[in-house]
């Protein structure tokens, strides 16, 4: 992953897939989906997309 992210124009965190649906369309590429905590009691998905044009 540190190669792709070394090639990268752009790196964005994005936490909802709409929005990650957005990027995709706009020629993005999808990296990583994990999820976060912000605690106490917030748990959710988070994607890190790149630009690598």
Not at 6 to 16: G, N
Not at 38 to 48: Q, T
Request: some cysteine.
């Amino acid at each position: 992953m540190d190669d792709i992210l070394s090639h990268a124009k752009e790196v964005i965190r994005l936490t909802t897939e709409e929005q990650v649906n957005k990027y995709l369309n706009c020629g993005w590429k999808l990296v990583y989906v994990g999820q976060y905590t912000d605690p106490p009691h917030i748990y959710g998905s988070e994607f890190i997309l790149v630009r690598t044009e």
